[in-house]
């Protein structure tokens, strides 16, 4: 019996070791194939994160702030320099912000302007995708089950890779051919594919799910927002709230029915909000291929969109400070009153007087 028991341990000690091996022959050994894919932009994104100093407007979000933002643009609109990490909503607010926990400071504006989904998550084969097992720090403890989970299937996604294009000799694809590759991007993460027009015909809109803006609204995704929010704020940053573009077409509310419902989620939420969400509600010559991708055209228009709302915020911002050190030094009340008139005046308050710093 003793024998026996000691057989199975010794299997049991082989298989683990053969298991380790190869997950560590994958993850450390096997070429990386995908070094040219959409999602190697984060390492750019993340590069140029490290390589800036507070204060600076950093975006985070989904694939729709990343095909409908000109960081350059933006730039120039507000001062600041900008870091556009937005790449896929897959990654979640939650994981986009692990990596700025180290990086931000006092000054540094964070607007986080996602996709409408019902509940935000994370999704760590993206991350597994990066080939960068550095970010993977970033997972909580609690979810690594579900980590170790999702390794089997990318262990056999890049061993496919290695013999189809390693062992075999297949081409690999060219990465100017799409906006879907790295060569999409230069070396800061800013989008440089010329996208001159529509591709959205009936036919493929017909295959594209609807766009139920009120799934943003969800208390899951509130309690998201509100924890960034209080935890940057212990950095000196602020954390301010913006919507991506999304095909007017797809939308299942008026522009009234939507500032209803914005309205409502004000109430609940702590995040200052900078924008309506009506007013990103694109005509179809201003997107791309999806509800949420813009083309060149509509790339401009919304980086123009959030910087006029950016700047209304900063703006009210100033106006508050300003408006605070009359009260302080008792100037006479007409002073102070005709600071927080211009202040109630300005469009970033119409939302969110209160929230300004």
Partial sequence: MKKFFFKLALFVVL?????????????????????????????????????TEPPRIILIGGSATAFGLDQYLLEE?????????????????????????????????VVICFEFVEEWGNDYSLLLDLNDYTFL??????DYPLLARLIPAFMVKKWYYYIKYGVLGRKLKTTE????RLAAFDGDGQMIYPRPKSLLDDALFAEMTQSPL????????????????????????????????????????????????QTAFETKLAVPIISKISDYLFDRELMYDTTYHCNTAGEKRRTELLGRDINAYLAA??????????????????????VLERLKMTRATRWRFSQTP
């Fill in 15 to 51: 298989l683990a070791t053969i298991a380790g091996a190869a997950v560590l022959l994958t993850l450390f050994v096997a070429p990386n194939y995908s070094e040219n894919d959409y999602m190697a932009s984060f390492l750019r994104k993340y590069g140029r994160l490290k390589n």
């Fill in 77 to 109: 609109m507000t001062g600041y320099p900008v870091v556009n990490m937005a790449v896929h909503a897959g990654l979640g607010p939650e994981l986009f912000f692990a990596p700025l926990r180290d990086e931000i400071g006092p000054g540094d504006i």
């Fill in 137 to 142: 720090h970033f997972v909580p403890s609690s």
């Fill in 177 to 180: 051919e799409s906006p879907y």
């Fill in 214 to 261: 009120n799934t943003l609204f969800h208390d899951s995704n509130i309690e998201i927002l509100d924890g960034i929010y209080r935890e940057a704020s212990e950095s000196g940053s602020v954390v301010l709230l913006s919507f991506p573009p999304v095909l007017k077409e797809a939308v299942d509310l008026d522009a009234a029915g939507i500032d209803k419902e």
């Fill in 317 to 338: 911002a100033r106006l508050k400070e300003e408006y605070a050190t009359a009260e302080r030094d008792n100037l006479f009340p007409r002073a102070a009153t005709a």
